[in-house]
């Protein structure tokens, strides 16, 4: 049988499962160093946010996950050392999270030694859907399209004042879909959406670039914007939204390029940003306006009794919410 325990009982061994975890679930197209560093920083906190697995008192195994929002925890990584590796003692591993810590809203997926069968069965099993995730870079040589204005609306830039206008929209774009979920702050959507607001433009994921963001307007009201923060490594636009109201009138089209030729004439060449796998119409416009994928898709899985919501039938009946992720891989 074996246990939780605190990090602080053995960092050293911490901090070596976890960069094992890293390495174990990282992308060919992903960068180790990037992604230890993540997780380092992550352990690096007071009290740190996980806890090791040990079996007669040895660490053989870990959990990582962010600070328990309002639905439950988001576990980062889920690790079991060579030797321990099975479905009985992961499964033993989240239950004893569950009950110890919390419930458990987000799991990693690529369990270290289990087949992808093998991890479909425990995952289900334990009440857990699939979901996915990317990033996607605009290439440094790659050509900004022109700026064409939306057919609704007129063009600026966003700024900090913005804030109560962003929220309202947030709102209205996202409503119940998946990417909520992934940010949540408060399970009423009117507060949710200030909070998710308040943290973008309040310098959470990073300082707000308000030169390097845009807004669509009419009559005063915010129908679309595409919303920049400076990462320590770079640029992010963290969100992408449009009133479902004015889909189709060219609107995240016009906000992501006008943010785009903002960021190139800041110096900037390679802006990144994250999505949902199954976010079929935001994928599409970032790939006519010339992201590529640059990291992921990672592998993830989300418990449907907290989150009800499928990826894909959220966007198929409502897509107008396109949500970059401003939190760190692995985070």
Request: charged share 20%; aromatic share 6%.
């Amino acid at each position: 049988m074996g246990a939780l325990a605190p990090l602080a009982d053995d960092p050293a061994a911490g901090r070596r499962l976890a960069r094992d975890a890293v390495l174990a679930r990282a992308l060919p197209s992903e960068d180790p160093q990037e992604l230890t560093r993540n997780v380092e920083e992550a352990l690096a906190s007071d009290p740190p946010p996980g806890r090791l697995w040990t079996v007669d008192g040895r660490a053989v195994g870990i959990g990582v996950w962010q600070p328990a929002g309002t639905l439950g925890l988001g576990v980062g990584l889920l690790y079991l050392e060579p030797g321990r590796r099975s479905v009985p003692e992961y499964r033993e591993m989240v239950v004893g999270i569950r009950d110890r810590v919390g419930p458990i809203v987000f799991l990693p997926g690529g369990l270290a030694g289990l087949s992808r069968d093998e991890e479909a069965g425990l995952m289900t099993g334990l009440g857990f859907a699939p979901f996915g995730r990317m990033e996607m870079r605009f290439p440094a040589d790659g050509e900004v399209p022109a700026l064409v204005a939306p057919k609704t609306g007129g063009l600026r830039s966003a700024r900090p004042e913005d804030e109560p206008a962003l929220a309202r929209l947030h709102g209205v774009a996202y409503g119940s879909q998946f990417d909520r979920f992934l940010f949540l702050c408060d399970p009423e959507p009117d507060r949710d959406a200030v909070l998710q607001m308040r943290d973008i433009l309040g310098g959470t994921y990073g300082p707000f670039l308000p030169d390097d963001s845009t807004l669509v307007e009419v009559d005063g009201v915010a129908i679309g914007a595409c919303l920049t923060v400076q990462r320590p490594t770079n640029r992010l636009i963290a969100d992408v939204m449009v009133d479902p109201k004015y889909q189709g009138h060219g609107i995240g089209r016009a906000v992501l390029v006008g943010a785009l030729r903002a960021i190139r004439d800041h110096g900037v060449r390679d802006p990144v940003l994250n999505v949902t796998l199954g976010n079929t119409p935001a994928v599409r416009l970032y790939e006519s306006v010339g992201f590529r994928r640059s990291l992921g898709p990672s592998s993830e899985w989300y418990n449907t009794a907290i989150v009800p919501i499928a990826p894909g039938d959220g966007y198929a009946l409502a897509p107008a919410g396109i949500r970059s992720s401003p939190t760190p891989s692995g985070a």
